[in-house]
């Protein structure tokens, strides 16, 4: 089967966040909102966004997405590159026809037989009883099974409506560990992560695990009861080929102070995990890209500038642990909304000799972030036509929509 991957994106509706724990998260108020770099001009704030209504109606587009099923979001994903959809905006980018048409995907100068899509679940779980500042005590929640029931009925939904339809499901279950036992955790990897691809059980439709760090998860704790956690979880995807997806640039959804979440999310946070689980596969969503001016050195600031290549310190410290380790990958996701990033990221892979070039590019691979990134496109065919206009060659677009999620997936 030649597929083509979208290796990150979300689907979820009003209920599945945990809107108390981000509030909760931003005790410092103003201050704290401030130094995150959430309205640094290159983030949400651009200069295009800035103009007219083009800010409103990307808000509203979003929040579109969130008062429909998982379903529906799905079926209208697909109609997307089907060009069911005409632009409204100005200067909106537009392929010159549909990607998918005459029953294929298409992209450059391939053609691809289906779509496979992979959502990733954020488990926005929440053990936090009570703050003092309330009055109400905040509920304990496990969210994440309810997002698991939501999101495989969404599937059948789709498959209903769109029974010849391209898409493929790979999906990821979100974890954070630190807001539930250490049997729950097992009985969440036992009934719904895929340890046999040939042999499925029940609701095991899960192919990876999902850590999102800013909701206060720590890649490597320093308190033992915590460690057994996720070691537990790292043995399981180890012992199994279990991929692992973990968001990574400064910005996003919070369930901690800004600091906190960075020291979490920075890819070295790895480091210790690494050397002790060294094969994990493990892909570090939207590149280690970083909004926030204040976590980078001026002077590599200017340097990076002159060679219009990125400045991101995590981005450097992700290209480290490919080197480093054999199964360390990166997906474009939501960093893709801008044309420059992949002008950036093409410059840095030129400038490399040949053998660190290929660890790089044959370690990179497509994902959309949607419907996130619907805040700076105005499409889900938009993002993809921003990413077939990008300096790479057909092959290379290949390897980062195939070849690269394959191996990452472990599909060889």
């Known amino acids: 089967m030649n597929y083509f991957f979208d290796q990150h ?25 401030i130094t995150s770099g959430a309205l640094s001009p290159s983030y949400i704030l651009t200069a295009k966004n800035r103009k007219g209504p083009i800010l409103l109606n990307r808000m509203t587009n979003t929040l ?53 899509m992979c959502p990733l679940l954020m488990d926005f779980s929440s053990n936090q009883l009570r703050k003092e500042s309330l009055y109400y005590p905040i509920p304990k929640e496990q969210k994440i099974l309810d997002y698991v029931r939501d999101t495989l009925e969404g599937f059948d939904y789709y498959a209903k409506q769109h029974p010849q339809g391209l898409f493929e499901f790979f999906p990821f279950l979100g974890i954070n560990p630190p807001v539930h036992s250490l049997d729950f955790i097992k009985e969440l990897l036992d009934t719904y992560v895929i340890k046999d691809r040939k042999n499925k059980k029940g609701s095991q439709r899960f192919y990876g695990v999902k850590f999102y760090p800013p909701l206060g998860y720590d890649p490597w ?20 080929d279990i991929p692992i997806m973990t968001h990574c640039d400064d910005q996003g959804f919070r369930g901690v102070p800004a600091k906190e979440a960075w020291k979490y999310t920075a890819p070295s946070s790895y ?19 970083q909004y926030n001016q204040l976590q980078k050195n001026p002077l590599t600031m200017i340097s990076s500038l002159a060679n219009k290549v990125p400045d991101s310190p995590w981005f450097h410290e992700l290209v480290e642990l490919m080197h480093l ?4 990958y990166a997906d474009v996701s939501f960093s893709g ?10 410059n840095y892979l030129q400038s490399m000799d040949e053998e660190k070039r290929r660890t790089i590019a044959e370690r990179t691979m497509f994902g959309t972030d949607f419907s996130v990134n619907l805040m700076k496109v105005e499409s889900y065919t938009s993002y993809y036509r921003t990413f077939e206009n990008s300096p790479f060659s057909d092959e290379e677009i290949h390897d980062f929509v195939h070849t690269n999620p394959i191996r990452f997936m472990r599909f060889e």
Request: aromatic share 12%; hydrophobic share 40%; proline share 8%.
């Open 271 to 289: 480091k210790p995990v690494l050397a002790r689980f060294p094969t994990l596969s493990i892909d570090f969503a939207h590149y280690g890209w």
């Open 9 to 33: 994106f979300h689907v979820m509706n009003i209920a599945h966040p945990n809107l108390l724990s981000f509030f909760s998260s931003l005790d410092t108020g103003l201050p704290d909102l």
């Open 337 to 346: 909304t801008n044309p420059e990033f992949y002008e950036l990221l093409f």
């Open 221 to 240: 704790p320093a308190d033992e009861h915590e460690q057994k956690k996720v070691t537990l979880i790292y043995e399981f995807c180890a012992t199994h």
């Open 64 to 116: 579109t997405t969130f008062e429909q099923s998982i379903g529906e979001t799905l079926v209208l994903m697909e109609k997307d590159l089907m060009g069911a959809f005409p632009s409204h905006e100005e200067g909106a980018l537009r392929p010159e026809h549909p990607y998918i048409r005459d029953g294929k995907m298409h992209m450059r100068n391939q053609v691809y037989d289906k779509l496979a």
């Open 325 to 328: 380790y054999p199964n360390i």
